[in-house]
């Protein structure tokens, strides 16, 4: 099993930045990547960014990419989102997620660790 553990959330103006970290332990040789995912009230859980657990390949959502960056401390076996130039349409709840396969996808129904979320607000 992997455990994951997020922190780093709070509360933001628009416009400003905050750092979430997840912190992955247990039988970590078995993740191939690490995403961050989000879900506002009322609707999906939705992709936000992805990187392979050696760093490389970082991917994103188009509503975030220039203004979010993830990236991976290795011997931390920990990965952050980066998120500046916040919006109040990115308020939402952060999960940080691991899968265990090379296949690239923003599905989240096939990653297959889940962290318990961090809670963004972003205010107007």
């Known amino acids: 099993q992997v455990q994951l553990g997020e922190s780093g959330g709070g509360l933001v103006q628009a416009g400003g930045s905050l750092r979430l970290s997840c912190a992955a332990s247990?039988?970590?040789?078995?993740?191939?990547?690490m995403g961050w995912f989000r879900q506002a009230p009322g609707k999906e859980r939705e992709f936000v960014a992805a990187?392979?657990?050696?760093?490389?390949?970082?991917y994103y959502a188009d509503s975030v990419k220039g203004r979010f960056t993830i990236s991976r401390d290795n011997a931390k076996n920990t990965v952050y989102l980066q998120m500046n130039s916040l919006k109040p349409e990115d308020t939402a709840v952060y999960y940080c997620?691991?899968?265990?396969?090379?296949?690239?996808?923003?599905?989240?129904?096939?990653?297959?660790?889940w962290g318990q979320g961090t809670q963004v607000t972003v205010s107007s």
């Open positions: 990187i392979r657990w050696s760093g490389s390949s970082p």
């Open positions: 997620a691991a899968h265990r396969t090379v296949i690239l996808t923003t599905t989240p129904k096939v990653w297959d660790y």
């Open positions: 247990g039988r970590t040789f078995s993740i191939i990547q």
